[in-house]
């Protein structure tokens, strides 16, 4: 089946510290990978993802994710959180068909704390 | 602002009623998804359209919902005789052929009483 393991529901954090958070795929879905973010009351927006090429991928503000097959992971990471980062964060993959909809994970939601 | 609109933003119905929900992707998105979000959970596919043509639904679209896009551009979700258990998130995304990102609007919240 296809699918996408978000591995932790909650990650609370101090400001400044490192964050990672942790998602896995099915290798039943395609290699096209995205991490999308979804501040309090506002839509998912797309923060990086992953097509092909050099498996590390960053995104505007600090975040970078890692492709590794091997591992079927795409860990997203960032060396420094602020507060403005708190928000839920989905891993998703594209699903094996042509249509291109998105298979998401459950979703993360990262607390950063002052 | 992603450029993708849903109308109404917050919904309250009865169990029992029809509702009709509407998404408004920007005019490059040949491609348009609804997605499902219940609380806690990462958002779940339901339909996807190629221009006016619903090309793939999940099995989580029973026979109460429906979906079309007329003229490849707007596109509404209706569920009839609605269930408490329907109550979610409905999510509409745009997409464009040949380019992988999706759009998402801002979401359409449905409370079923």
Not at chain 1, 64 to 70: D, G, I, L, Y
Request: hydrophobic fraction near 30%.
């Amino acid at each position: 089946a296809q699918s996408v393991t978000q591995l932790d529901s909650q990650v609370p954090v101090f400001e400044e510290a490192p964050v990672e958070l942790r998602c896995n795929y099915s290798s039943s879905v395609s290699v096209y990978l995205f991490w999308y973010v979804q501040y309090p009351n506002q839509g998912l927006q797309l923060l990086l993802k992953y097509l092909s090429g050099s498996t590390l991928v960053e995104s505007i503000n600090g975040f970078e994710a890692e492709f590794n097959k091997s591992q079927t992971s795409f860990h997203l990471r960032k060396p420094s959180v602020h507060i403005s980062d708190t928000a839920e964060y989905f891993c998703a993959a594209q699903g094996s068909s042509n249509t291109g909809k998105l298979i998401f994970g459950q979703g993360t939601t990262l607390q950063v704390k002052p | 602002d992603t450029g993708v609109s849903q109308d109404p933003r917050h919904k309250i119905t009865k169990r029992g009623q029809n509702v009709t929900f509407r998404c408004d992707p920007i005019s490059e998105h040949n491609r348009l998804y609804w997605y499902r979000q219940t609380l806690g959970q990462g958002p779940e596919f339901l339909t996807y359209f190629q221009n006016e043509a619903q090309l793939e639904k999940s099995r989580l679209l029973s026979d109460r919902f429906s979906a079309e896009r007329p003229k490849g551009s707007f596109s509404t979700l209706e569920i009839q005789r609605t269930e408490q258990g329907d109550s979610a998130m409905y999510l509409c995304a745009g997409g464009t052929s040949g380019i992988f990102e999706q759009y998402f609007g801002p979401g359409t919240r449905l409370t079923v009483t």
